[in-house]
């Protein structure tokens, strides 16, 4: 991994050194903004290691199959062993294994690791570099910057900050580890025994609490010797393929763990002096139909005092929603001055109250009526009567009178 050059170096007169660098690309500047001190925290970098797998399948075999013969109307508990370099040679020099007083063990299951080989189906990218970026993010629920508050105990505690503690792990390495396992009895019947408490596991995760991984069982292979002069041996052979991953504490010379908080961003007001009272309308100006797609995704803005207002308001998507949200109803033939709607005016979010008579327009037989020619009040109540000034009106209100109440409805 290239070496991290401190400071923005002139690039024209501090040319890449071949002999420093071992990358193609830019050498990384160093980021403060990723320096957070670890000495703080209680989190114990993670570690994933060959023998944590080794672990793994023998504590399986030794605890959750627990391979048992009955032998003289006892039961016998197989013990299982890893097999170290010595032990190996003498089994496959002499094809059994005898302990220190030369007896010859058996019942026995002896374990060797034999290969290891980087997993196929999920390779990594071929760079000297780590790829930006990937890594496992954990989120802490709790941290300095956000803590939690009882509430039948207050605790005084700092005002809310749009910060989170992030711990970020590198993405292991994952591998396939391949076993060989042989199997050692006296007798026949006893390898059969043997076998069939081994086979109905094949395909589990093998391991204990949350170290484990799948383990593949392949076929078994048998062998019984019977040399003159000699103890016979009745032994079977398997191998186990076994899908780990293995996480070291340091790589590439650094911690496989980061700490990092999300970032704050800092984002300016936008307002806009309209000199409009928007609830005193059902037209909106030009300038605040411009941010209608920012606002309803999720952004607000600040719109200025207008006539009779001296206050600033923030229109968010749920107020700017009510603004647009602009529908009809058609008015019921009452009398010669009144007609009857059937709806229910809109909440405005602003006050929590009905939206005003100033927010609806009347058309009788398409001409517009002007507000000062009747009287009402909205209300949330499922139907709505209107009555007109017939005086200022000029006419009467007839049956077959064409009038449409348009504003803001529920």
């Not at 193609?24 to 001190?37: C, F, G, I, T, Y």
């Not at 071929?126 to 105990?153: C, L, T």
């Not at 593949?216 to 041996?233: A, K, V």
Request: overall charge negative.
């Amino acid at each position: 991994m290239p070496r991290q050059r401190k400071g923005n170096l002139d690039r024209k007169t501090h040319k890449p050194d071949p002999q420093r660098t071992e990358s193609s690309r830019p050498d990384l500047e160093l980021n403060r903004a990723n320096q957070v001190r670890r000495d703080d925290d209680v989190v114990r970098t993670p570690r994933r290691t060959l023998y944590d797998i080794d672990f793994a399948i023998k504590w399986f075999i030794e605890n959750e199959i627990q391979p048992q013969l009955t032998e003289n109307n006892e039961t016998i508990k197989v013990p299982v062993i890893f097999a170290n370099g010595e032990k190996w040679d003498n089994v496959r020099r002499l094809g059994y294994l005898r302990d220190e007083k030369g007896m010859l063990q058996a019942p026995i299951i002896v374990l060797k690791r034999n290969t290891l080989g980087e997993r196929d189906q999920m390779k990594k990218l071929d760079i000297n570099r780590p790829a930006s970026g990937n890594q496992i993010v954990v989120r802490q629920k709790y941290n300095a910057r956000n803590r939690y508050e009882d509430s039948f105990h207050s605790f005084p505690k700092d005002s809310p900050r749009e910060s989170e503690e992030l711990f970020l792990i590198n993405v292991p390495e994952f591998v396939d580890v391949e076993y060989d396992m042989m199997i050692w009895t006296d007798f026949s019947t006893q390898m059969n025994e043997m076998i069939e408490q081994l086979m109905p596991y094949g395909g589990f995760a093998w391991g204990n609490e949350n170290n484990r991984y799948q383990t593949l069982m392949r076929p078994f292979t048998f062998e019984t010797i019977n040399p003159i002069g000699e103890d016979r041996i009745v032994r079977a052979n398997t191998t186990l393929t076994v899908k780990g991953h293995l996480l070291a504490a340091q790589e590439y010379r650094m911690s496989t763990v980061q700490k990092a908080y999300s970032i704050k961003r800092i984002q300016f007001d936008t307002v806009l002096d309209i000199g409009l009272d928007l609830f005193s309308t059902t037209i909106l100006p030009e300038q605040l139909l411009k941010f209608a797609s920012r606002i309803l995704g999720g952004s607000s803005i600040t719109v200025g005092p207008g006539s009779g207002r001296i206050e600033y308001i923030t229109i968010d998507a749920e107020t700017m929603e009510y603004l647009t949200n602009l529908s009809e109803k058609a008015g019921a033939f009452v009398a010669g001055d009144e007609i009857l709607v059937t709806g229910a005016a809109a909440i405005n979010p602003q006050t929590e109250l009905a939206a005003t008579k100033l927010e609806f327009t009347i058309h009788i037989n398409g001409q517009f009526i002007d507000q000062d020619v009747f009287t009402w009040t909205p209300t949330t109540l499922p139907t709505q009567t209107i009555t007109f000034d017939t005086g200022l009106l000029g006419y009467s209100i007839e049956s077959d009178d064409v009038i449409i109440v348009k504003g803001r409805w529920a």
